[in-house]
């Protein structure tokens, strides 16, 4: 089962320069491989409406963000 969480910045360097994220997952169990992905402007987020960025629809600036995670114990992950 996939446990996916949200969570919003306000720019990608809150994520480059040590941010840190602790998710309650209760799957009893460690996930194998957390990834972290950054964009801009996904469906919903555009500030002059959806569709209305200057690349128009869809996100941008997509990264792929190296991180570390820990498991203080079987249901939570810091990441």
């Known amino acids: ?8 910045a306000d720019s990608l360097e809150d994520f ?21 992905l950054y964009y801009e402007d996904a469906i919903g987020t555009e500030r002059d409406g959806l569709g209305k960025t200057s690349h128009g629809f869809g996100q941008t600036n997509t ?15 810091k990441v």
Not at 1 to 8: K, V
Not at 16 to 36: D, S, W
């Open 63 to 77: 990264k792929l963000i190296n991180c570390i995670a820990e498991y203080p114990d079987v249901n939570t992950i």
């Open 16 to 36: 480059l320069y040590g941010y840190t994220i602790e998710i309650k997952h209760n799957q009893c169990e460690h996930p194998l491989h957390p990834a972290v």
């Open 1 to 8: 089962e996939r446990n996916s969480s949200l969570l919003s």
